[in-house]
């Protein structure tokens, strides 16, 4: 679904796996709708029918568990600070808001783009914010099965994300004034800097650590 502005990330090697680009009309993001492991993140963040929070999503990558949450009713703010991975997630948003499918229209109006370090944004930037998402790239979450070719790639272009960082960054969320701070991780992977969370949601490749700090509203 591609329109005025599409680019794609291609790997010149030989094989190599298609054109890597942000396509949230695609059918994979369709098939993700309400359903599944899509729930899973939805409880996550704590959805409910008469609640929607407002969410943060400090390392945005392609942009799927924030369009997913923005599906649900949140409103996102994406967070990217890789150049290229910025400008895909950019013209996928733009590529979206250009379409006349409805759906579309009213997922990625409830998104928005900041590009640099979340830990760079400002107060105004964070009002309203009442959920933190994280999602760091680690290897330990390829070792139990095959990460897909376009993961692959997206791994290669973002490098191995230093533990201190992504550590950083965690206690960065855990300082805000919002309600929780949810951490996406490999099933099996030990808690992001040890720190045990309040609570886990388990699906069979992915779980997500919870850390309550407040009630939300």
Known sequence: MCRD???ALQELA???PGPLRVDFGAGGMRH???GGNNELIGRAVGVTGQRTPGLLDATAGLGRDAFVLADLGCRVRLCERNKVVLELLRAGLESAAASTDDWLLQTVGRMSLHAGDARALDAQALCGV???LLDPMFPQRNKSAAVKKEMA???RLLGEQDNADAEGLLDWALQQDVARVVVKRAARSPALGGLQPSHCIRGKAVRYDVHVRRALD
Do not use: F, M
Request: proline residues 7%; glycine residues 0%.
């Open 153 to 155: 790639l997206l791994q």
């Open 130 to 132: 009442e959920v933190i």
């Open 32 to 34: 993700r709708r309400r």
């Open 5 to 7: 502005r599409c680019i």
């Open 14 to 16: 030989s094989p190599a």
